[in-house]
């Protein structure tokens, strides 16, 4: 099967599928390595066959107000939640976390991002996967590509790496 395609595991004597996930990391708040380090550690109880992404520290996009630089990594791993059951999981995470949400793009503790939940595309207000802007963020793309190049966008067809390339004429993130 391909690494978008579904899968299959044995759960409690049913079977159950599972699906192929990315998650995007960030945290410009407080200790940001540790922030991403509880994060990874708690998707490794949710996600089988976790793997991370290097950590890139990049200036804040699309904020009003100055804030602090952002440290940014990506995971994928297989999950067995459904999707909104991941994104509850996801904010109690980053609720653990210390999250607030004050107001819009605020500095942030831990943010958890859904970017990809298998092929699915879901759209219905509580919840757009595959997210919405990822497709031009470098600070997303890159370590997805990192860790997962041949992962397909459902909605444009293109790789992760392809959707990359896209977006060669930004500068490089250093790892």
Not at 32 to 46: K, M, Q
Not at 129 to 154: G, K, S, T, Y
Request: aromatic share 4%; charged share 25%.
């Amino acid at each position: 099967m391909s690494a978008s395609s579904k899968a299959s595991s044995s759960q409690r004597g049913g079977l159950s599928s599972t699906h192929l996930v990315a998650i995007a990391l960030g945290s410009n708040l407080g200790d940001r390595d540790a922030h991403i380090d509880f994060a990874v550690s708690r998707l490794s109880a949710l996600l089988t066959s976790l793997r991370a992404s290097s950590r890139y520290d990049t200036a804040p996009v699309e904020v009003d107000d100055e804030q602090p630089r952002y440290l940014n990594a990506a995971v994928v791993g297989h999950a067995l939640l459904a999707p909104h059951d991941l994104l509850r999981a996801l904010q109690d995470i980053e609720a653990d976390r210390g999250r607030e949400r004050p107001y819009p793009n605020a500095p942030r503790t831990l943010d958890l991002d859904l970017i990809l939940y298998g092929n699915q595309i879901i759209d219905d207000g509580a919840l757009s996967v595959p997210h919405a802007r990822f497709r031009q963020r470098l600070f997303v793309l890159q370590p997805l590509a990192e860790i997962a190049p041949d992962l397909i966008d459902p909605i444009t067809g293109l790789t992760l790496r392809a959707l990359l390339d896209r977006l060669e004429s930004q500068p490089p993130l250093d790892p």
